[in-house]
């Protein structure tokens, strides 16, 4: 047998050494296939399982085995280290396998990232084999629970313009961040986002810019919530009908 290297062994199979967590009732919520499972996964997360709105891995891990599924092995395998030849890439690969709280059935997903030195802030620069197994991670339980988000983790980039663009219009993934923000904060998602861009008729007015700023001035209503402006309070659970177009 080959000796494993030592970037082999700090991504070791972990099995199943999450925490016993306590399984919701299945029958009360959506299914994987419902247009309403992706904001009834955000639902079950804390306020510190979100970070502007974006999940953190920690928290998907929690909400799989407490809505979808039980992690009998989690996996990390090294695709490529980083080095002077590659431009300091560091490639890495995550498999799950879960038994599915519904059906019984096993299944399994992989999620595959890569990290460059030069596009990630420090201090993960420092740790990239330690920030491509968080990541992939995070990838393969996404895949798993089939949700339209990124997580809190992958979106560590300083070249944000790859990421966003201010000219791009609001994607999904915001939408269900201010969503999730505003049903935390008891506000009104079209009363914010009319306060903040009173041209707006609709959410899906908002450039991608806009969108990123509305999520950081709620992020920062989570810690001061005395800010909220006063015609603003109140969420209301409809708003897509009305502020959508579309009640998907």
Aim: net charge negative; proline share 3%.
């Amino acid at each position: 047998m080959s000796k494993k290297t030592d970037f082999e062994e700090m991504v070791e199979v972990t099995g199943s050494q999450t925490e016993e967590v306590a399984v919701i009732d299945l029958e009360k919520g959506p299914t994987e296939y419902d247009p309403e499972w992706s904001e009834f996964l955000l639902d079950q997360l804390s306020d510190s399982e979100l970070i502007n709105g974006a999940p953190t891995v920690d928290g998907l891990r929690r909400i799989t085995e407490k809505c979808f599924g039980e992690i009998i092995e989690s996996r990390s395998w090294v695709v490529e280290t980083p080095n002077s030849e590659n431009n300091q890439r560091c490639t890495l690969g995550h498999t799950l396998t879960l038994v599915k709280h519904r059906n019984g059935q096993i299944i399994k997903i992989d999620g595959c990232v890569d990290v460059v030195y030069h596009k990630t802030p420090y201090p993960f620069k420092d740790h990239l084999v330690a920030t491509a197994d968080t990541r992939a991670e995070g990838k393969a339980l996404r895949r798993a629970l089939k949700i339209r988000v990124v997580t809190a983790e992958e979106l560590q980039h300083e070249d944000e313009e790859e990421v966003l663009s201010s000219d791009e219009v609001i994607n999904d993934q915001q939408i269900l961040a201010i969503n999730q923000l505003c049903k935390r904060l008891d506000v009104s998602v079209a009363g914010i986002t009319v306060n903040q861009y009173n041209t707006s008729k609709s959410i899906t007015d908002l450039r991608n810019l806009e969108a990123r700023l509305l999520i950081g001035k709620l992020s920062e209503f989570q810690r001061t919530p005395k800010d909220i402006p006063e015609g603003c309070v109140g969420y209301d659970e409809n708003w897509k009908s009305n502020f959508y177009g579309s009640t998907k």
